[in-house]
């Protein structure tokens, strides 16, 4: 089995923190191939990630939410804003020092029969990191490889074969060993189980909390099934054309969500109960999700709000504590709840 984590850090102290983070596309045009605008795909994010919990993003398709997964890797350059893993800021490393940090910082894939390079076998994908890192001699990391096979439940048996020989299910499990090679401290799952049926998603969400129990590892779990999100996730933020509309402990933001789009997510997810089916109210937006190249003025949401007044067609809505007391849940929204 992998090594399990020794004497981790406190847990939940801050590992990620991200504040202000933008993600703009350039649109050419002309000619001459001229800037003529950009795609806001992330526009002004809010959000940390404690140690050892799992955070999931959530919203519609082409909200941002991988976009902004891969900017806090550094997958892609931010245009704008800061991202620190364990004190350490990332958007200001050298491309050298940013390849050192990879070791504490993983990403799993959402479609397994892409992710897998076909002409490598799966012991050359998942002892790769391994080789490109030098964590041992030839004979080391073939037994670590056959180590992390029989973690992520694969027999080490079939370490020769090639990835189209295996399942959707175990193929997730090859890229999920591929990322534990270097015993991260924080992974980005970007929908892992979307690709997968139905019966094979649950075996995957399971083999991720047990490892995470084991390893102390951290998430950030990106989906756009709030089911899915509601069964692993410790908080949830939830996401709508660029921002973060939403921030709070899973059980909260399921039973009392404050913002707009939370409540009109939530009343999408069936219920399984016949009489509490039947008399609850669905809410329908109006209208289609606003284009990220020329997102509306003030709050987003606002073309498709029932609520929607003048200041929220004219300022930007601030992502901040709502209720009483010391609240953790946070809403950006002029009229929450």
Known sequence: MVQEVQTPKKAGTTLVDVKGLKVHFPIKGGLLGRTVGHVKAVDGVDLFVRRGETLGLVGESGCGKSTTGRAILQLIKPTAGTVKLDGVELTTLSTGAIRRTRANMQMVFQDPFSSLDPRYTIGQIISEPLEN????????????????????????????????????????????????????????????????????????????????????????????????????????????????????????????????????????????????????????????????????????????????????????????????????HYAACHFPG
């Not at 090859?174 to 090679?181: D, F, H, K, V």
């Not at 997968?196 to 099934?225: E, M, P, R």
């Not at 709070?248 to 933001?253: H, M, P, V, Y």
């Not at 016949?274 to 987003?300: A, Q, T, Y």
């Open 133 to 328: 890192f030098k964590r041992g001699n030839a004979k080391e990391i073939q037994e670590h490889v056959a180590n992390l096979m029989e973690t992520v439940g694969l027999n080490p048996f079939y370490v020769n074969r090639f990835a189209h020989e295996f399942s959707g299910g175990q193929r997730q499990r090859i890229g999920i060993a591929r990322a534990l090679a270097l015993n991260p401290s924080f992974i980005v799952a970007d929908e892992p189980v979307s690709a997968l049926d139905v019966s094979i998603q649950a075996q995957v969400l399971n083999l991720l909390q047990d490892l995470q129990g084991k390893l102390g590892l951290t998430y950030l779990f990106v989906a756009h099934n709030l089911s899915v999100v509601k069964h692993i996730s410790d908080r949830v933020a939830v996401m709508y054309l660029g921002r973060i509309v939403e921030l709070a402990d899973s059980a909260d933001l399921y039973k009392t969500p404050l913002h707009p789009y939370t409540q009109a997510l939530l009343s999408a997810i069936p219920v399984p109960d016949p009489d509490v089916e039947l008399h609850r109210k669905r809410i329908i937006l109006e209208g289609d999700v606003p284009s990220p190249v020329n997102p509306p003025s003030g709050c987003n949401f606002h073309p498709r709000c029932w609520k929607a007044q003048a200041i929220c067609r004219e300022q930007i809505p601030v992502l901040e504590p709502k209720g009483a007391g010391d609240s953790h």
